[in-house]
């Protein structure tokens, strides 16, 4: 991927970026992964465990064409899902173009399931993603989300400035909108996040403030679906 898919699922779960802005696009390596530990599963600025730790890891098969293919899973708390665990297959195609490959992007297809369940949550998305600079584009769309028939959208915009060796502030903001947004919550809204992240002996480390602007009456500061502001911090190891 490009940017490898696990590493920007990981900086989706938390908000962060986790300097893969700083990373080339284009696999490097025909099998790649990631393992990763976070004290919260965040997904667009709502937690999947309850607030509670998370343990996720990824892998991905890249071509030389630039078609890949894919799978990263985690655990999910059980009440919101009927489960304990999610896994996510994904494939799509990454490239670049312009002088010197300056803009570089990537089309995904991914699938989310929720292994013990039934079908009820499982759902298509579709993803385009660019790469300019240290910034960073992406734009989800599926019809049928959580397999409810409704369409939702998802912007998101994140940005990773180098400060020192081994060393960037990143900064993250995203919007939900669509009948699936307003199936969850009401109302569209925005989550973002800002924080910093390195690297220590290969493995790495970030920590970051993510929060929402949903209004008060849909905050919730505990327990299935907590999306109160929180400090993030992940751990991971690419491999």
């Known amino acids: 991927m490009y940017k490898k898919f696990n590493k920007k699922r990981i900086a989706q ?20 992964g990631e393992i990763g530990v976070t004290n919260d599963y965040r997904f667009r600025g709502v937690s999947q465990t309850a607030g509670d730790f998370a343990v996720q890891a990824g892998i991905d098969y890249s071509m030389e064409s630039g078609f890949f293919v894919g799978a ?3 655990n999910v708390d059980d009440e919101s899902y009927d489960s304990n665990v999610e896994v996510d297959i994904y494939a799509g195609y990454a490239g670049a173009f312009g002088e010197d490959d300056a803009v570089e992007y990537d089309v995904t297809l991914t699938y989310y399931t929720y292994p013990g369940q039934d079908e009820s949550s499982r759902y298509l998305e579709a993803t385009v993603g660019f790469y300019v600079a240290d910034f960073h584009f992406a734009q989800w769309y599926t019809n049928n989300y959580a397999n409810a028939d409704v369409s939702t959208h998802y912007s998101e915009l994140n940005y990773s400035y180098e400060i020192a060796e081994n060393w960037s502030i990143d900064a993250h903001v995203g919007y939900s909108y669509g009948d699936g947004a307003d199936l969850d919550w009401g109302e569209n809204y925005v989550d973002y996040s800002i924080g910093v992240s390195t690297e220590v002996g290969g493995v790495g480390l970030s920590v970051a403030w993510l929060d929402t602007n949903l209004s008060s009456d849909n905050n919730i500061s505990s327990g299935a679906w907590k999306n109160s502001g929180t400090v993030l911090a992940t751990a991971s190891y690419a491999f």
Do not use: F, R
Request: hydrophobic share 65%; charged share 5%.
């Open 13 to 32: 779960v938390v908000g962060l970026t986790l300097a893969t802005a700083l990373m080339a696009p284009i696999a490097q390596a025909e099998v790649s």
């Open 72 to 74: 990263w899973a985690s």
